[in-house]
Each structure stands twice: as structure tokens, then as C-alpha cells.
């Protein structure tokens, strides 16, 4: 048996009067409030079994994360990739 366990999540921009949504299938789509159609896109892979969480950085950022378990941050008013927070290969062990 295989279960599908799709989780979204969206966040209105202020500053842009636009929408910023997981479309649970490649990534990133933003809206426009005023007329409702897609203004920009930012496609990546997803991993659909967890979680697609999204920030918001000071109306500006937004943070996705990726199949990998990276984090990609885009620009929120045209989802340009500023950069990507890359997950380390070992897990953190903090000095003594």
C-alpha cells in the first residue's frame, strides 16, 4: 500500500500585493492579488512526503526547500534563486 502524503502552504506578500504558492508539483508559483493570474514561477525538485514549508524574510525572501534538503531562497516579487543553503554531509557536532 502506498500512501500519498501531499502537504502546501502559501504566503501573501505584503509589500507586492501578490501570493506566493506551492503548487505540490515543481516548486514555486506567485500570484498577483489584484487580478489572481501566475506572475512568475521557480521550478525545483520537491520531495511531495514532507512538509513544503515556506518563509518570508523581511517581504523579500522567500525560503523553499528542495528534495535534498537544501534550501533555496528566492527574491519574492519575481522568484529569481538569490542562493542556495546547501545541507552538510555530516550531521553538526558542536565543539567542546
Known sequence: MYLLDYRGNAVVLPNTKQLAVFNLKNGLDIYSLLDFKRKCSAHYDLDLHTSQGIALFKSTLLACPTA?????????????????????????TPSL
Open 68 to 92: 535534498k534538503g537544501n534550501v533555496n531562497i528566492y527574491e519574492s516579487h519575481d522568484a529569481t534563486l538569490v542562493t542556495t543553503l546547501y545541507r552538510p554531509s555530516m550531521p553538526f
